[in-house]
């Protein structure tokens, strides 16, 4: 299974833009690249996934250059409510579910 | 619709002494999956049911773990006997889509139980 690298934490401010960057040099041709938050006392949640190009929804978007080596994670406008821990997982769609978390990127949001 | 629960929210125990946790996946997954995070450490995997059959339980520490999923609706994980270092956070999570689908199916993760073993 692919490893995965991000930053341990960042501090951002209300209302800014927040890009967690995940890297994953060795990623498999059939990996696909996974977003889970985590608010304290709380699971985590899924956020976005994809496999490549830029992937969009309601909460963030998804950035994947086209060698996928690395990801980022896009925030937009963040709150105070937004902080939490970011996980980046990278597995392949055949491998059964299990989800192999790294250590997360604590990001902390300030008024 | 009621998400993954699990029951109860906080166990704490002797050393030595025995300790079931529970979890009610969404209904109609048919994946369900444990995992936990001691204290400092990421989150692990544990293993994964598809419904009652365990697929993969590559995760499981060692045999003072047991668990069980029958019926193929709600499951325990049992800790007999427990130990120190089996103290953390047991998180289950439960997902619809089976093991040829693709792409990595999301999975809906419970609040946790957190274990104290004294």
């Known amino acids: 299974l692919a490893k995965t690298t991000q930053p341990i934490s960042m501090d951002s401010y209300e209302g800014q833009e927040v890009n967690i960057t995940c890297s994953h040099n060795?990623?498999?041709?059939?990996?696909?690249i996974t977003w889970y938050q985590q608010f304290p006392s709380q699971g985590p949640r899924f956020i976005i996934q994809?496999?490549?190009t830029k992937v969009t929804n309601e909460v963030a978007s998804l950035f994947i250059p086209a060698d996928r080596k690395s990801s980022t994670l896009s925030l937009p406008r963040v709150s105070l409510s937004d902080t939490a821990v970011y996980y980046c997982l990278v597995a392949p769609y055949n491998q059964g579910g299990k989800l192999i978390f790294g250590q997360g990127t604590e990001l902390s949001v300030k008024p | 619709e009621a998400g993954v629960t699990q029951f109860p929210s906080h166990s704490v125990i002797e050393k030595g002494q025995t300790v079931t946790l529970r979890c009610d996946p969404i209904s109609g997954h048919d994946n369900l999956y444990w995992y936990r995070r001691v204290m400092g450490k990421e989150i692990k995997f544990l293993l994964h049911f598809v419904k009652e059959s365990k697929q993969d339980e590559s995760g499981m520490p060692n045999n003072r773990f047991l668990a069980e999923r029958t019926g193929g609706t709600y499951s325990t994980l049992k800790v007999q006997p427990a130990e120190l270092e089996d103290s953390g956070v047991y998180f289950c999570?439960?997902?619809?889509?089976?093991?040829?689908?693709?792409?990595?199916?999301?999975?809906?993760f419970g609040p946790g139980t957190r274990l104290t073993v004294l």
């Open positions: 994809g496999y490549k």
């Open positions: 060795n990623i498999a041709t059939n990996d696909y």
């Open positions: 999570a439960s997902s619809t889509v089976g093991l040829a689908a693709a792409p990595q199916d999301t999975q809906y």
